[in-house]
């Protein structure tokens, strides 16, 4: 859902949308939104197909952190609660790895 929803919209209106983008952290428009591309398309593609699993929801996690304490800051929980659910999610994926049907265990498995 992330890449779908989130990622894919961003992805696709790169060019309309890349000066404009906030600037939580003070890095530049552009580069923000690149960083923020990067975790909400590739990176949630990755974690989804079970891809480098763990470091795949790093970039997530600090996207998600970002919106919800810093983007959201003074917004009502209402407004950051999908944020920090998403956090949540990625966060039990990371420590639980992508399972035995991702690409990671295929790996493994083939490895031995």
């Known amino acids: 859902m992330m890449a779908y929803q989130h990622g894919w919209p961003k ?5 309309k949308n890349f000066s404009t983008f906030i600037d939580p952290l ?13 975790a909400e398309f590739f990176a949630a593609v990755a974690v989804a197909l079970g891809l480098f699993t763990r470091f795949a929801c790093i970039p997530n996690i600090i996207a998600m952190l970002v919106a919800a304490f810093i983007v959201h800051g003074d917004d009502p929980f209402s407004k ?6 998403y956090a949540a999610g990625f966060t039990v994926i990371a420590l639980l790895d992508g399972g035995a049907y991702s690409i990671d265990a295929w790996r493994k498995k083939r490895a031995q």
């Open 26 to 38: 003070g890095v530049g428009n552009e580069l923000s939104y690149i960083l923020v591309v990067f």
């Open 11 to 15: 992805l696709a209106a790169y060019e």
């Open 80 to 85: 950051k609660e999908l944020a920090i659910f």
